[in-house]
């Protein structure tokens, strides 16, 4: 399951925009392709906060195209 959580700073609250269920074999990488590339949301947000394993070159490029700030922990 993947799930994007949208962050309110200034109100200190967050709300999950967006939940994704696939079978155990799909990877995190897949997931975080799939979000910044065909998703909706990645054209209105300015950072995203990732685990390290969604990290994917492609991805990268993706973000980078749409002006998205990935931080991979």
């Not at 975080?32 to 949301?41: I, M, Q, T, W, Y």
């Not at 990732?50 to 990268?60: F, H, K, L, P, S």
């Amino acid at each position: 399951m993947n799930f994007v959580e949208v962050y309110d700073p200034e109100k200190e609250t967050g709300l999950i925009m967006h939940a994704e269920l696939k079978e155990n074999t799909y990877s995190d990488a897949q997931f975080g392709e799939d979000f910044v590339k065909n998703h909706s949301l990645a054209n209105e947000i300015d950072i995203l906060a990732v685990d390290g394993a969604y990290y994917r070159q492609e991805t990268v490029k993706q973000a980078e195209e749409k002006d998205l700030e990935i931080n991979f922990s």
